[in-house]
């Protein structure tokens, strides 16, 4: 068995464009997708702006029978998924039994349906509850549809990790993998803006107040005040790469490295663990920093996390010692969906030699970043290095290279 | 040489024991800890019994900020933590933190506290536009439960990875494996790993009543944990924690640290059925078992005791029997299967890790907890399920299994210090 993991399969569903090659095509453009919440009436909310998936018509997908048990999340995780399983051209049914596992990522479940939940609770009582709150709210909810949908029989999990779950479920598939299961479905996607989830998210005190989108979510910027939170996400195949070649698959990217570490807690004058994520990552991979083409960041928007992940970079790579980009700009943080996104999109500028941008931001000079500001970059990209930071600590880095 | 894993430390918060020692008088009493709900009204509810820990968290040393700001199943795993740091032995502060990870399973995070906090901020479920104005700010942390992690390893200032696991009801086993994982790998040399969930709340009563999942059997709290007996009809709620310290074994060794058990073997498989229905075949558990001791190199003759599932209700009782059978062979008819459920009642994710200290502390007292409540046996479950008193045997390998909502099946295989394959 080789040591890489190939990501054959992309399913996309992300604010700036529904299926992968919208979102693609988007995101090289620089197009966004942050806008005035539609789902509820964010008026009396401090924060007013979201990354909604556009134009998704979730029966247009799936049998009506599913949709009084999902969340919009759920939906989005089964969509993907089936998209994922046909662009790798891959069918469970050649695979045996116990071949294909499902581990995806999840930060606030089916919080939407809870929400719907709790109001027949607490209005009308105990017994105006959908006998589906049972499951379609919590946490395992996506892995156990899609493997159901599919069935998928291999070794399953739900990681929790904020924003940094999903790179940690994309690891964690690739331990499944290296342990002799052919295949994993992996990723990650959430959906809870609804007025119970923003509420929540509100809480944070992370979130931007700004009304304009254009400049609402600035990373690495003097502005940089607060992010603006998405919905979304991506589910990927990813195989054994050697196995992939085999069936003539070659796959977008190659899964080479991953860290993960958690950050010192306050007071205790220890730095901060993103930059240890980093090399760990790196020596993962057995890779020279120098051999990395583009990070994509994890671009919190917040001064001091935006200063800590400058520093990072910069104490691994050099002052502008690498392309660095932050598409979430156009598209919002989403969770456990971010970081997945970020690594479709890091395998899709392997593929095409694009780099695409970050918008609207004018970076601090301070930060030494080499940041792909407003246009997309042509180069050539053998290896993307992902971050991303989940809140209370959490940092997670992995690597993709070229398919060999 | 293949790193292996050592269960060096061991914390428990369970209903009717706090504590390690409490809870193993409980189980080899064969006492019940379920009774009538007492942290709300149930008089509205189908299911009006549970089992609940008596738990004072002041009691435990955490601050007012601490029990303000933590769900109370994080309170749990923080309380259980201190106690299996505190029995491992290690002297803590000399330990390297980036070497250390945290992996806590919980199945419903930080449910208790966003039922009553949705209550406020929805002035009792009339507001579809919640009021953000009411909303505490260390709501986000209830909203996403890796605060679970996170406050586990801030409070013991563990730099290493750090995750929630949360596949349902196997949340509690496959948060340790995943524990296994990393230490195997070499990612990390020690890991705070176990579960917690807290889920006695109106909302998780409602949805269990919704599809009859709990039992009935109000007029008798104290006997209404009945699995394997015909009469079972639901499982009772519980909550608790169970936390261990994982060591690498030999490094474990080398410090001359007690070893409970080697953690041999674990695998999950899903059973890609149905979100809540289970086959009655038990094939895929079959199959999580038959991985597991693959990885822990053993076989059905190796195993002595089976801690099952055995949540109680109809169906989940006779799956999981037939995966027995289907697995072990004829060796599912010699060994002694018991259900502490039947005594702690179903702590949804945090139960398959308090199982595994079950397991641990059944191999260190030569002693099998019973399964309470069983005076009449299904005639589809007809395996020795050790009924109502605890059985002195020896036992050098325990299989220990949980199977959940999402069609998770998972199983872990602990033998005895020097007893496991080599």
């Avoid at chain 2, 700001?69 to 002297?91: L, N, W, Y």
């Avoid at chain 2, 945290?102 to 449910?111: D, L, M, P, R």
């Avoid at chain 2, 058990?261 to 038959?290: K, Q, S, V, Y």
Wanted: include cysteine.
């Amino acid at each position: 068995m080789s040591e890489s993991i190939a990501i054959t399969g992309l399913g996309v569903a992300a604010p700036n464009g529904l299926g992968k090659r919208d979102f693609w095509k988007s995101t090289r453009d620089g197009r966004s997708g942050l806008g005035r919440i539609t789902h509820f009436d964010a008026a009396q909310y401090p924060s007013k702006l979201a990354g909604e998936v556009p134009g998704f018509d979730a029966r247009s997908y799936l049998p009506g029978r599913l949709m009084p048990q999902t969340d919009r999340m759920t939906r989005l995780a089964l969509v993907a998924a089936d998209w994922a399983l046909a662009d790798a051209g891959i069918g469970p049914a050649e695979l045996g039994e116990f071949d294909v596992g499902v581990i995806t990522a999840s930060s606030s479940g089916g919080f939407e349906f809870g929400q719907r939940e709790l109001q027949s609770l607490w209005s009308k009582g105990g017994r105006y509850v959908s006998a589906y709150q049972s499951f379609a709210w919590f946490y395992a909810v996506n892995s156990g549809q899609i493997s159901i949908r599919h069935g998928l029989r291999g070794p399953s999990g739900v990681v929790v990790a904020d924003q940094a779950g999903g790179l940690d479920a994309v690891a964690q598939a690739r331990r499944q993998i290296r342990k002799g299961t052919p295949v994993v479905l992996s990723g990650g996607m959430d959906a809870s803006i609804c007025p119970w989830g923003w509420v929540a998210q509100l809480a944070s005190r992370r979130l931007s107040t700004s009304e304009d989108p254009e400049s609402a979510y600035l990373p690495f910027d003097a502005r940089a005040a607060g992010h603006v939170p998405g919905e979304g996400g991506t589910i990927m195949v990813l195989e054994d790469a050697e196995a992939a070649r085999l069936r003539g698959a070659t796959g977008y990217a190659e899964i080479i490295g991953y860290a993960a570490t958690f950050d010192p807690r306050r007071g205790s004058g220890r730095p901060p663990g993103l930059e240890r994520t980093i090399r760990l990552a790196l020596a993962d991979a057995d890779l020279d920093a120098s051999a990395v083409d583009v990070v994509f960041a994890d671009a919190a928007a917040m001064p001091e996390l935006d200063r800590i992940e400058a520093e990072a970079i910069e104490a691994v790579f050099g002052p502008y010692g690498v392309a660095v980009t932050a598409p979430k700009t156009m598209t919002g943080r989403l969770n456990s969906g971010g970081g997945p996104l970020d690594l479709a999109a890091a395998a899709l500028a392997v593929q095409d030699g694009i780099i695409p941008p970050t918008v609207g931001v004018e970076p601090i000079e301070d930060y030494h970043l080499d940041l792909v500001l407003a246009e997309p970059r042509s180069a050539r990209v053998r290896v993307a290095l992902v971050l991303a930071r989940g809140h209370g600590g959490f940092n997670s880095a992995l690597i993709v290279r070229a398919p060999r | 040489m293949a790193r292996r894993v050592a269960i060096t430390g061991i914390g428990v918060i369970a209903p009717g024991a706090i504590g390690v020692k409490n809870f193993w008088s409980l189980l080899s009493d064969g006492r019940t800890a379920t009774r009538g709900i007492t942290f709300f009204d149930p008089s509205p509810f189908r299911s009006q019994v549970a089992a609940e820990a008596d738990f004072d968290p002041e009691a435990h040393g955490l601050s007012s900020q601490d029990i303000r700001r933590m769900d109370r199943a994080a309170q749990f795993a923080v309380v259980a933590a201190h106690e299996a740091i505190t029995d491992s032995g290690i002297e803590w502060a000399d330990l390297d933190p980036h070497r250390i990870g945290v992996s806590v399973g919980s199945a419903v995070g930080a449910t208790m506290s966003l039922d009553q906090e949705y209550r406020v901020v929805s002035d009792e479920g009339r507001l579809w536009l919640v009021d953000h104005e009411y909303a505490p700010s260390h709501l986000y942390q209830h909203f996403v439960p890796s605060s679970f992690a996170a406050e586990l390893a801030r409070e013991f200032d563990t730099e290493g990875p750090a995750a929630v696991v949360s596949t349902g009801c196997t949340s509690g086993l496959d948060a340790v494996g995943h524990a296994c994982d990393l230490i195997r790998e070499g990612s990390t040399d020690m890991m705070i790993a176990g579960a917690t969930d807290a889920p006695i709340s109106p909302i998780t009563v409602a949805c269990f009543d919704a599809i009859k999942a709990t039992t009935p059997r109000n007029d008798d709290p104290e006997h209404a944990s009945r699995p394997f007996d015909a009469t079972r009809n639901g499982f009772v709620l519980g909550e608790g924690s169970a936390i261990f310290v994982l060591e690498e074994l030999e490094s474990a060794r080398r410090r001359g640290a007690h070893v409970y058990a080697e953690i041999a073997g674990f695998a999950t498989r899903c059973n890609a059925f149905h979100m809540t229905g289970l086959r009655p075949d038990g094939r895929e558990m079959a199959e999580a078992i038959r991985a597991a001791m693959n990885e822990a190199r053993v076989d059905a003759g190796h195993i002595d005791y089976i801690n099952a599932h055995g949540s109680g209700t109809k169906q989940n009782d006779r799956h999981e029997t037939a995966a027995f059978k289907r697995s072990l062979g004829p060796r599912a008819y010699q060994v002694p299967v018991s259900s502490i459920k039947s005594m702690v009642g179903h702590s949804l994710g945090a139960i398959g890790s308090i199982e595994i200290a079950a397991s641990v502390l059944a191999m260190a007292n030569h002693t099998v907890p019973p399964t309470a409540n069983l005076h009449h046996p299904d005639p589809q479950c007809d395996l020795d399920y050790v009924p109502r008193t605890a059985r002195e045997w020896r036992t050098d390998a325990v299989l220990t299994v949980g199977s959940g909502f999402g069609g998770f099946q998972s199983a872990m295989v602990l033998t005895r210090p020097g007893k496991g394959a080599a």
